[in-house]
């Protein structure tokens, strides 16, 4: 009953992601999607996983022989409501350090909901959750800079014509004002390279850094069937990257990995940091 | 037990590989893998399937309720000892287009012949079938050069210091001569920037084209459950990736797809071409 209750949601906000991430309809159906899986993973029981990631502590939830992802235990908050929470702190016209923290626990809280729902109801369903990540993170930053993405970007070039090439959220705030380019994935795994490739590509074809690139992350924890938990994280790749390809603006996350947090210290300064630290920024509608 | 034999084949092969690729471990082992592969489909019952790709046929083997991959009824033989046969021809000094041709064709009916066999004898495998194709073009290329490939890449930078980058196949023949760079994958997917994006990241380290980009791939066949193969290609994509990102100089199929085929006539030509015309190249030892 909850599992279809979560779903037809879910079919219902697909469809109405469709008028737009600012329709009322998409509103509406985030909060209710999350509220419902909130809702069903509280009366799961919990167990507790052995981190090996420094300084943080994890569980999972389970129901019968089945079991979430990792759910960081400082992040989660079983408060009722946290995305609509979310939402009115967005309201504000300035976010300060306590606010941004509030702000990333709150959306972790709510995605993570949704996904552990979909792990225990559904069986090696991926797709699911990173779409919802996708319209969670979409939605959000829409509200933020009050302008939808573009899914699509025109390329102009004299020997291949006009072309619309597929991509991540796209944001055009008009002539002379920022764009960014925001790609969201729940993990980067073994494709983070495509972050940069992709600036590359626009930088080519739009000028240098005329898209700052922000990719949204939701964390990259990997819990074992045992249940220990670790981080796999690619540092030093990242600077090769940064240093060789292209230049991301920041890589924003709701659970952000140990390994990367001080990245952005010394060059190629590949800055990583909240979710909430980079709505406080676009909402001053200034650079990234 | 047909099953038994050629999974254990495999594991032999996967030590015998970490000797490298010119060992004589390697050459019987893949020569064993691909002849009980082929014993075990030729086996197998066939079923006609619905092509929409303009001149091409294609059938899959079936096994019980179990379907194999869409096979390619003109680059497919059922004769004794393909890979052998392909091997005898890699050493005559000269490679005339029509022995290029019977080598892509040869290559392929083992190649699928393995694949075939552990779509019907496992679930969901994609694994296994993308690692023995890079061991099977590992080998031929080594082969060709004489060179065994190097599969990490040292990167020196002041900031980063010394860095060994897990890569794909990278042919290093000496001071001043040419170097290969080459990708294997069995189909390229959504993740065909990452071909470019290696090679930007290569000619940023080591300078414009100093590594040449040559990746190899299987085919891009996609098949229904209903039995209608289709070929997914992304050739205005690709283009737009050849004139921004970086510049690769050839891209080898076995099963060259129709859409591709003329890509490197025009600007910023993207050359597909045969498995064999690459053998043949390469093993004149100048650039591709």
């Known amino acids: 009953m909850a599992k279809n209750e979560i779903l037809d949601t879910y079919e219902q906000l697909k469809k109405a992601t469709k008028a737009g991430f600012l329709s009322a309809g998409t509103a509406d ?30 569980f999972r939830f389970t129901s019968g ?22 939402l009115a702190a967005l309201d504000s016209a300035l976010l300060p350090e ?14 993570i909901s949704f996904c552990s729902a979909i792990d225990l109801l559904k069986s090696g369903d991926q797709k699911t959750p990173g779409t919802v990540f996708e319209y969670a993170i979409g939605f959000l930053i829409s ?8 899914q699509t970007m025109p390329i102009m ?11 991540d959220l796209v944001f055009n705030l008009g002539e002379g004002k920022p764009r ?29 850094e005329r898209y700052q690139g922000l990719p949204v992350l939701l964390a990259e924890t990997k819990c074992s069937k045992s249940g220990v938990v670790t981080e796999i994280c690619l540092p030093d790749q990242w600077k090769v990257y940064q ?11 709701l659970d952000v990995p140990k390994a990367l947090e001080n990245l952005g210290e ?7 940091r909240p979710l909430g630290a980079l709505l406080a920024t676009i909402s001053s509608g200034t650079d990234c």
Not at 184 to 201: C, D, G, N, P, Y
Not at 266 to 272: A, E, F, L, R, S
């Open 65 to 86: 022989d089945k079991t979430s992802r990792a759910v960081n235990t400082a992040l989660y908050s079983d408060a009722p409501l946290p995305w609509k929470k979310a």
């Open 29 to 58: 159906l985030l909060s209710e999607l999350f509220e419902r899986s909130a809702a069903f993973v509280q009366a799961c029981d919990r167990e507790k996983l052995t981190s090996k990631v420094e300084g943080k502590s994890y």
């Open 266 to 272: 010394t060059y190629p300064h590949v800055i990583v």
């Open 157 to 167: 070039n004299a020997d291949i014509g006009t072309l619309k090439l597929p991509t």
């Open 180 to 208: 960014y380019h925001v790609p969201v994935k729940t993990s980067s795994r073994e494709r983070s390279i495509m972050f940069w490739a992709h600036q590359r590509l626009l930088d080519g074809v739009y000028g240098l």
């Open 98 to 111: 306590d606010v941004q923290a509030r702000i990333t626990r709150q959306v972790y809280s709510a995605v």
């Open 143 to 150: 509200k933020q800079l009050d302008c939808e993405p573009q």
């Open 243 to 253: 240093t060789y390809i292209a230049k991301l603006r920041s890589i924003q996350y």
